[in-house]
């Protein structure tokens, strides 16, 4: 089976390319990533689990190269900004590529033993509806509402418990 033609490479590098800082302020303004990281915090208030945000522009120039997909980069960042390296394993990093509009949940092995793939499928499903929609904030809080729910249900604080907030939770956004 052929790769990507020429022309399809070359589409995909322009789109990286032509995304940049002021695409990824406009679907995300910073009281938008402000409200995003309180949001988060909120939610690690009620589970043990620790929940990154990553939004990027457009993949580098290596990526693009080898014709890697946005699953790559986000199993890279989810290394990188030590989402793996929770006490409990249970740590979940969402990642949005703007050039893509693509979505990928990496989950840590303790909410991945608990949670199906299908289950993860359905959940970027449908933040790639909102995201089709424009509506960037609306996608990542209905995601981070579903994670949180998930993260209760299997990694609940005891009453008198407090959280550890391992990771930060401000929302990273690379350009």
């Known amino acids: 089976m052929a790769g990507p033609?020429?022309?399809?490479k070359l589409a995909r590098l322009?789109?990286?390319?032509?995304i940049d800082a002021a695409d990824v302020r406009r679907a995300l303004p910073p009281e938008a990533i402000e409200r995003l990281g309180r949001r988060v915090a909120a939610s690690e208030r009620r589970h043990s689990g620790e929940v990154r945000?990553?939004?990027e522009a457009g993949l580098p120039m290596s990526y693009l190269w080898r014709g890697?997909?946005?699953?790559?980069r986000a199993i890279m960042m989810f290394g990188k900004l030590?989402?793996?390296?929770?006490?409990?394993n249970n740590g979940v990093l969402i990642y949005l590529l703007m050039a893509e509009h693509a979505i990928e949940i990496v989950a840590d092995r303790g909410i991945d033993a608990h949670v199906s793939a299908e289950e993860w499928a359905a959940m970027a499903q449908r933040m790639t509806a909102a995201f089709r929609e424009g509506r960037f904030e609306d996608?990542?809080?209905?995601?981070?509402?579903e994670m949180s729910a998930l993260l209760v249900a299997h990694f609940p604080l005891a009453e008198d418990q407090a959280d550890r907030n391992e990771l930060p939770d401000e929302p990273v956004i690379l350009i």
């Open 14 to 18: 322009w789109r990286h390319r032509w």
């Open 68 to 72: 890697a997909p946005a699953r790559e």
């Open 139 to 145: 996608g990542l809080t209905q995601a981070l509402e």
């Open 5 to 8: 033609s020429f022309f399809s």
């Open 82 to 88: 030590r989402v793996w390296d929770t006490a409990d």
């Open 53 to 55: 945000i990553c939004v």
